[in-house]
């Protein structure tokens, strides 16, 4: 089993900046890919940022320039940067880890991201 816990989320203006981090521990497969998805009351969660364990990033086109994914694989920790905010990147910040060559497909309990105008 695979446990993830989220931190960093929290109230911030916009144009601000904020740090997530998401720990993962437990049975942790490699390789794979972690990372960020954003819901908003009545829509569906949607990519934010993923990073592999090789390194390669993907970014929804909407916080491309803006945010920027990066990992600890030693301490198995994915940090989203989030820069620039504006109040339409507000909503819960789910972590996710998926391995990519075994089933498997881990949330985390998510954090809440309010940006202001």
């Known amino acids: 089993q695979v446990q993830l816990v989220e931190s960093g989320g929290g109230l911030v203006q916009a144009g601000g900046s904020l740090r997530l981090s998401c720990a993962a521990s437990?049975?942790?497969?490699?390789?794979?890919?972690m990372g960020w998805y954003r819901q908003v009351p009545g829509k569906q969660r949607e990519l934010v940022a993923t990073?592999?364990?090789?390194?390669?990033?993907n970014y929804a086109d909407s916080v491309k320039g803006r945010f920027t994914i990066s990992t600890d694989n030693a301490k198995n920790t994915v940090f989203p940067q989030m820069n620039s905010l504006k109040p339409e990147d507000t909503g819960v910040f789910y972590c996710?880890?998926?391995?990519?060559?075994?089933?498997?497909?881990?949330w985390g309990q998510g954090t809440q991201v309010t940006v202001s105008s």
């Open positions: 996710n880890l998926r391995p990519t060559l075994r089933s498997g497909n881990y």
């Open positions: 437990g049975s942790i497969f490699r390789p794979n890919v």
């Open positions: 990073i592999t364990t090789g390194g390669s990033t």
